[in-house]
């Protein structure tokens, strides 16, 4: 009965209060509703106050205000910013003034000691409830959240006002739920804030499991308001959240009724944070040099971030790379291996600026804190991965650069990595994609991407009043000078190449997109490996392949006539819009995937050579660097945009333009004349690549065996004449 009475006494209190602020904010109509975004609140000038003494900042930023109005009024809220958009302070201060504390649900430790790092710095009562917390501090915060029920108002003096828990910590943990239960009672749970929600939802990039159960919290405490925060929360998803957590259908913030979760959104776009692609080189040792190089160069003493790909990456980049700077570059290492104190250890280090540069996994990202990262240089897999990290950079609206390094090799691993992942690979292609694209604007490949993978509106990529596809004018490919790009017709050398794979497939034979680069140049020996049937097994590894030597003459009238890179560029290409596939095949230390004539290419390779070359109504177009962007390159400077650091204002005049992309880097491909043809999501994993990011431990082949001849020629009266009327075919980016 008591418990029942107390919480009918909380809902008539906030319907009360609602009530009253419905009054004095309704808007100039006339109408019942609630602009939170004002400063007509009685509450607006403690909130500003507090943040300037607790938090040293004098303005909120996009939508802080209305998100803190929302709160201090004990409404529903689901808050979509950008990452690095100042969304912690939209419940760590209405925290101070709440009656009570506030319970913050958050995914990583990594997460939740930054935040506990901040707010004890600046006096506020903060505490966290995870598996790092010793037995003599859990029975503390126990003990003090049982003082806060049991007492009246101003009784306690060192109240708790934020509590941070991961999920999996709510949702398994009884005596946490019980004790919650008991602070709700007594009316000292102020609100309840789930960060990352869109983990919640299964058709998020992010999905949690525990966040699922989070359904149980409505079911707990359902009279105690709920915040969720995210940085991507497209529609669908959105839909799954507001269901997971049992909250009511959105309402406009600028318009809120009584009823109804309030929604607040703010451009995903940052005009600081400048993008640009560089070339990353083809072995280990010289990706670490170019990387010292540019920081040195462009970011002295300026903080930073290198995401890696894996844990024992960031170990070794972390050590090669304050080697290789002569030990000017002061290193960390982050990943989830890392022992709890060495993690507390390095976020000091890291934001006291003893450590220059954090070398780390994804797991160093959602939510840390640190406003002067000037640089995050990249090797991701994702769009969303690479967004999310992004957000680190300029959090102090500063100008700050993002780098992806990137080369085409880099598919295989990429490749391998998502393998088994339903998802994986579709969003490894669209970040080839990215890579590869010369000419579009950085920006709207972003607002396109989002816009189609996640049903982002392109509005909400920027601010009202904003095109989201005008050009932003500083990423690398605005700065790139135009006579550092050629546009060639390559419609031979594709068919080349074409016919060269198809005769490989004919002998039985499988090769990678390296070897094929070689094969087509007539570089790679002139064979393939073969399959020749069943063998008996013989002393030692036994073979079923042998060597088939290819006839370049007879198959594709010659070798390709393009340099290693524009090959390389172009195999991609051939790749991404079908007229090759992958195949992947399992050994015992990796899953390779090689190349073979995908879906498309029989428009092709159903032609003579002289046919391709006569007609000229269907086409295929690319985009290539010039020979002098490669020679740029060679010389190690591989950027064609000047870095936004404090420390590349003062290096370079803005006249002095190279180009960023080179090996491996190519125009992305527009087929936008066939829309009924869908592009291939399509990369490589090359079992014979060079010394790439992360060393390879795979034993060496076995000697080959004997090569037999295989090559055919087709002649012209076999075939259909070429239709005058088909499309052209441009790979182009734009």
């Keep these: 009965m008591r418990d029942s009475l107390v919480g009918q006494r909380r809902s008539l209190v906030q319907q009360l209060n609602q009530s009253r602020i419905a009054r004095s904010a309704a808007g100039p109509s006339g109408k019942d509703c609630i602009d939170y975004n004002t400063t007509n609140f009685e509450w607006t000038h403690e909130l500003k106050a507090r943040m300037k003494k607790v938090f040293g900042i004098d303005n909120f930023r996009l939508c802080q205000r209305g998100v803190c109005n929302a709160n201090m009024d004990g409404r529903d809220i689901v808050c979509v910013m950008p990452t690095g958009g100042g969304k912690s302070l939209t419940y760590q201060l209405p925290a101070?003034?709440?009656?009570?504390?506030?319970?913050?649900?958050?995914?990583?430790?990594?997460?939740?000691?930054?935040?506990?790092?901040?707010?004890?710095?600046?006096?506020?009562?903060?505490?966290?409830?995870?598996?790092?917390?010793?037995?003599?501090?859990?029975?503390?915060?126990?003990?003090?959240?049982?003082?806060?029920?049991?007492?009246?108002?101003?009784?306690?003096?060192?109240e708790i006002k934020l509590l941070y828990v991961t999920p999996e910590k709510f949702s398994q943990n009884k005596r946490l739920q019980n004790m919650l239960t008991k602070v709700a009672e007594a009316g000292?749970?102020?609100?309840?804030?789930?960060?990352?929600?869109?983990?919640?939802?299964?058709?998020?990039?992010?999905?949690?499991?525990?966040?699922q159960k989070l359904s149980l919290l409505r079911q707990l405490f359902p009279t105690v308001p709920i915040l969720a925060l995210s940085a991507t929360c497209p529609p669908k998803v959105l839909g799954d959240l507001l269901k997971t957590l049992k909250l009511q259908a959105v309402v406009d913030s600028q318009c809120a009724p009584v009823k109804g979760t309030v929604y607040f959104n703010s451009p995903l776009y940052k005009k600081n944070l400048h993008y640009s692609v560089r070339p990353k080189p083809s072995s280990a040792?010289?990706?670490?040099?170019?990387?010292?190089?540019?920081?040195?160069?462009?970011?002295?003493?300026?903080?930073?971030i290198i995401y890696c790909l894996a844990k024992k990456d960031a170990a070794t980049v972390a050590q090669e790379l304050y080697d290789a700077s002569g030990e000017k570059i002061r290193t960390g290492v982050y990943h989830a291996d890392i022992p709890e104190l060495d993690k507390e250890r390095l976020h000091k280090r890291w934001r006291k600026g003893e450590i220059q540069v954090v070398c780390a996994t994804i797991a160093f990202g959602l939510g840390i804190d640190k406003g002067d990262v000037r640089f995050v240089l990249h090797h991701s897999k994702s769009m969303e991965g690479f967004y999310q990290e992004s957000g680190r950079a300029g959090r102090d609206g500063k100008d700050s650069d993002c780098v992806l390094y990137y080369r085409a090799q880099d598919a295989a691993r990429l490749s391998g990595m998502v393998c088994g992942d339903r998802e994986g690979q579709p969003k490894v292609h669209d970040m080839l994609r990215f890579a590869h694209d010369l000419t579009r604007c950085r920006k709207i490949q972003f607002a396109n991407y989002f816009s189609m993978s996640s049903h982002v509106s392109l509005s909400s990529w920027v601010a009202e009043g904003e095109d989201a596809l005008a050009r932003c004018g500083h990423c690398d490919n605005c700065m790139r000078h135009p006579q550092t790009l050629e546009e060639k017709d390559v419609t031979l050398e594709a068919w080349q190449i074409l016919r060269i794979a198809e005769a490989i497939k004919k002998g039985t034979g499988l090769e990678t997109l390296n070897k094929l680069v070689d094969l087509v140049r007539g570089t790679g020996g002139g064979c393939f490996e073969a399959k020749v049937g069943e063998t008996k097994h013989r002393r030692g590894k036994g073979k079923d392949t042998e060597k088939t030597w290819l006839d370049l003459d007879k198959i594709a009238g010659g070798k390709v006539n393009l340099c290693k890179e524009d090959t390389e560029r172009l195999l991609v290409e051939l790749l991404l819009s079908q007229y090759l596939i992958e195949e992947y095949k399992s050994t015992a230390y990796t899953i390779n995937v090689y190349v073979s004539p995908g879906p498309r290419a029989i428009s092709l390779t159903r032609w003579t050579r002289e046919e391709v070359e006569r007609q000229t109504q269907s086409r295929i177009r690319c985009?290539?660097?010039?020979?002098?962007?490669?020679?740029?390159?060679?010389?190690?400077?591989?950027?064609?945009?000047?870095?936004?650091?404090?420390?590349?204002?003062?290096?370079?005049?803005?006249?002095?333009?190279?180009?960023?992309?080179?090996?491996?880097?190519?125009?992305?491909?527009?087929?936008?004349?066939?829309?009924n043809i869908p592009l291939s999501d399509v990369v490589i994993q090359d079992d014979e690549e060079d010394e790439?990011?992360?060393?390879?431990?795979?034993?060496?082949?076995?000697?080959?065996?004997?090569?037999?001849?295989?090559?055919?020629s087709t002649s012209a009266s076999?075939?259909?004449?070429?239709?005058?009327h088909n499309d052209i075919i441009e790979l182009l980016s734009d």
């Design 96 to 158: 101070l003034l709440a009656r009570g504390c506030t319970l913050v649900i958050s995914p990583l430790i990594s997460l939740i000691q930054d935040q506990i790092m901040h707010l004890q710095e600046a006096g506020v009562e903060a505490v966290m409830l995870t598996g790092s917390v010793s037995g003599e501090e859990t029975k503390q915060i126990y003990t003090r959240l049982t003082s806060s029920a049991g007492t009246s108002d101003g009784a306690l003096s060192r």
């Design 188 to 211: 000292k749970l102020a609100r309840i804030v789930i960060d990352e929600a869109h983990c919640v939802s299964q058709l998020g990039h992010d999905f949690r499991p525990d966040y």
């Design 718 to 724: 076999t075939r259909k004449p070429l239709n005058p």
């Design 692 to 712: 790439d990011w992360a060393f390879s431990y795979r034993e060496t082949r076995p000697p080959a065996k004997k090569a037999r001849r295989s090559g055919t």
């Design 623 to 675: 985009y290539f660097l010039t020979k002098s962007k490669r020679k740029s390159e060679a010389n190690g400077f591989g950027t064609n945009v000047v870095p936004h650091g404090t420390g590349s204002r003062n290096k370079r005049k803005p006249d002095r333009i190279t180009i960023s992309d080179g090996e491996g880097d190519d125009g992305g491909e527009d087929v936008s004349n066939e829309p």
């Design 285 to 304: 040792q010289a990706v670490i040099k170019a990387m010292a190089e540019y920081i040195l160069e462009y970011h002295p003493k300026e903080s930073g």
